[in-house]
């Protein structure tokens, strides 16, 4: 049912040069992209300036050469990597999204002569140089990986396990649709277009992964920014026969199907997930690909855990809901505005979402960044589906997914950063007094635990600087 | 299966940086980081309008770095490889630091309250940035930086699986038991070990459970499955390493002990080397060469005793309800025996009273008042654990069910039909529970050192065995001296045993790191008896219970105390089926029939005997 990828070698001595290499053809089809839409932009006579020239065939040629570059340091990051073919996407998104910081706001500038561009403003402006460098990071990491050799070998998913996706794709897409109201104006089988192409992508991206349920909601909601840039941003004009339009005021008018493509992923990875796990329950005669432990084994306990990290993490947020007077608000999910009712509905909320972490992110953090990690993802998603969704609509309110009410939602954003956070740290430490599962008694169990940790490694610390770059940087972006 | 050498250095883990020496190498690097992002800023005309106070804004910066510097180092750490992973672990710090501080902390420390509004964050842009561009070169810097240290010749940095250590190897423990205090030393020792503790723990035990004993009567009375009260022991301690077998001898100045494992047709014999041994052997019933005893009686130790004893009293109760005839002859059938007034034997004549009289109805032939129970008592109250006033009261509880007392007489000699007492009294019974004595097991009572007159090794207040170098004794097989009571032996109960398993770790590791074991001191917190039929008797720091109360007490106590949320729910599941459902009397070994009778009438105690013969055997070279 599921495809395989096998999962990266060490790099040998010798390999340095040739991931050097790749990295550079990898570099030159990424820049190959950004070049044609920095093209339709009429951005490259800007990037001739660096060599005193204002002529787009001299800016391609330098942009070709920085490209390259660029991606010869992927190659040389990548290659020591463990991650697997697809997990190389996000390595190549977040080194995409690093470059613009480093090269247009402060590199670029510096060549030319004048003042860095660290400001919003400048960065506003330079949104759709942002959404280039993520498409040249992404397509630098897949053509990488295409032609690594120790990438392994990838298959297409069987058709069970795309139509698992197309199911969990469909699902939530109507979902979206009728609970939500998401894209009430389009036409209903465009929801259904949609849903069906992202949940046929997920399982072309990450099927062979087989892992937990928290884990794939992060990179599903990190595949929904993707979606988000190529179906809510990038195709719409093209389809339209407009020219390609990545700019400030493009993303905010697109901004408000940004919390439903967010949501789209993270739900069909969810579901797929689910889906994967039943399919494998019911169907799967080889025990040994069905999970060890029964849930309830030590479930039980991390469920507890759970709760006292969530009321750890509830406390920490707290801090933010009182300053920005937001318990009230909280309060109306009960139907009363005392503050107090707001502090105890929040609290039991987040001891709820507290559960939720454990069960889904057990057994994932072994040591305190990736317990920050994935708190911090995870309350991410909870700002998504929390605040932007359940609380208006719990509320009685319409919702706000336009870019004023993105950026009225930054204060909740940063307090469910940091209730993430405390969440994710103080589980680990729990997790770690007592069940320390890093630590093994045998060789066979060390390499056991080895693979999970290099599974982690491979792609997770990608996936959580992705996810925290998307919370704090889009809200600034699109707003004002 | 490999030696423990082997396993050893399996086991060993890459050694890491020490946190002050991450702290060091991050706050270096976040400074050195930050003055190329630092003076950017300020020849950017960026550092110039927020000072804090007589510090000027790039000092402000410069610090902050550093702290996230700290930060970075210590949370990226380093790895092998991890050049991509350290880097984006610095982005994900600074960006939490730019939250913390140019959001948070900077208002106030300026004196205005933090709103994190979006104003406000674009407001502090320029500072994002930078702290994207000094996260990402901090973590890229720090892991090439450890990386160039680990590799340093000399160096004691940090070594990947792959490359062998060349540290110390870690101070091998050995604890031998899984009952109570051993389970304990090895649970504490995991934590031990997970603070940094260099040790490596064996634990060794002839069973691979740890049975839950307060409730074994139950087991024998059919209120609860066997496998309800045992919790699997590589699961109690899932980081400590379990071997399952015997242990034949221990050589103290060799430092090591023979270990037989495997089944008699498939034994096989090695030698474990330790550092540090902790005895946690528990106790072996002791007959006191009485004639006949050790032969006839039966034992409620472990869970075949509480599943033999079961299967005995309702093969008893299926022979007499249909073959016997003869009054003398049922009433030996019928007579149910425990020699020992102490907290064991009243609760298992307790737990026989209820089981006969719980599962009567399924036998007609047998009228309800031919059941005869019999305790036998040294002394002139029973439970002498607990106040007088308290054993009066067990003693009155018991006594209006039916159930005999003959206190202050002993039990003088067995057979297979009846019991002598040592007023010439002589009881015909096939089932007599011998609960009057336990010793140490016969392997401490091998060893050098010195010992009790029960063979029990003595040791100091820290548990050290006396006279032994690096061996330790903990629970029911040591005498240990209470200082609080002018020396007088800590009793044998699992709350003694539990405490001292942690001191031991404890101490262990206190000597390993050359720091001086602490003395075990522990205060009885209480005694708690079942008495059968929702009546308990309890005495809790001084404070008396007695009925359902103290019923309600005692199991709920001892469900908090079983090891496994799993556990504890199987359990009330048996307690609330027995509410609702009889007891179940199948009977659960296979019974060979002879000439008229079943085999379990005619030798039943001789076969109880043969096995106890076998344990006994096995148990002067194994642990409990």
Known sequence: MTATVTAAAPIRRGETLRATALGVAAGIAGGLVFGAAMASFGALPTVASIVRADSPAVGFAVHMVIAAVIGAGFGLLIAHQRAQASETLFWGLIYGGFWWFLGPQTLLPLLLGEPVTWDLPSAQALLPSL????????????????????????????????????????????????VLDVMANAPLGWIFVEGTLAGLGYPLLFAARREGAGPALIRGTAYGFLWWIVAGLTLPPLLRGDALDWSQEAAVTAVDRLPAYLLLGAGVALVFTGLSGLGRWLFVDDVRMLRVESPGARGLRATGYGALAGLAGGVVFTLVMVLVEALPAVAGLVGAQAPTTGLLVHLTIAQIIGVSYAVLFRRRSFDLTSGIGWGVSYGFVWWVLGNLTLLPILTGGPLQWDAAGVAAGFPSLVGHLAYGAALGVVYYRLEARTNPWWITRNQAEAQRVAARRDQTLGSAPALWGLTVLIALTIPLLISG | MASHNELGSQRRQPRRFRPSELAGWGATTGLVTALPVAALMGYQGMLDDRSLGVVPQWGVFIGYATAVGVAIGLGVAYRPRGLAVAASGGVLISLLGWLVFSLTLDPVLHGQTPTWSAPAAAAAYGVLVADV????????????????????????????????????????VLIVGGGFAGLSAARRFERLALSGAPIDVTLIGDSNFLLFTPMLAEVASSALEPAHISAPI??????????????????TDDRTVRLSTGTAATSEVERIGY?????????????LDLPGVAEHALT??????ATLLRNHVIGLLEQADHTETDPEQRGNLLTFVVAGGGFAGAETIAELFDLVHRVLHYFPGIAPDEPRFVLVHSRDRILP?????????????????????????????????????????????????????NRPSALVAKLGGEHARNGAPITDPTLRVTGLDRVWAVGDCAQIPDLARDGAPFPPTAQHALRQGTVVAENIAAVIAGRPPAEFRFRTIGLLVALGHRTAAAEIRGRRFSGVAAWLLWRGIYLAKLPGVEK????????????????DIVVTTRQQPTESTLSVLTTPVSTTRARQTRAEQTRDGQPR
């Open chain 2, 385 to 437: 654990e607990l106040s007088a006033e308290l054993g009066a009261y067990a003693l009155d509880r018991l006594r209006s069910r039916g159930i005999e007392f003959r206190l202050d007489v002993r039990v003088a000699e067995a057979t297979a039909t009846d019991v002598l007492l040592t007023d010439g009294d002589r009881v015909p019974t096939r089932t007599f529970v011998w609960t009057a004595g």
């Open chain 2, 133 to 172: 561009l000094h996260g990402a070169l901090t973590g890229a810097a720090v892991h090439g930086l450890l990386a160039l240290h680990a590799r340093r010749p000399g160096s004691k940095g940090p070594r990947s699986a792959s490359a062998p250590a060349e540290a110390e190897p870690p101070t091998r």
């Open chain 2, 234 to 251: 590589r699961a109690a301690v899932p980081h400590t390493r379990f071997l399952y077998g015997a242990v034949a001898d221990i050589d």
């Open chain 2, 568 to 583: 504890r729910l199987r359990v009330l599941l048996d307690w609330v089926l027995d509410l609702a459902f009889p007891r």
């Open chain 1, 131 to 178: 959404i280039g460098h993520l498409f040249y990071g992404a397509t630098t990491a897949m053509v990488f990986i295409a032609f690594h050799r120790d990438a392994g070998e990838t298959q297409l998913p069987g058709l069970a396990t795309a139509a698992c996706g197309v199911v969990a794709g469909v699902t939530v897409a109507a979902l979206l649709y009728l």
């Open chain 2, 275 to 287: 550092d540090h041994l902790v005895l946690a052997v528990g106790s072996v019933p002791h007959f």
């Open chain 2, 300 to 305: 409620l130790k472990d869970l075949d005793d």
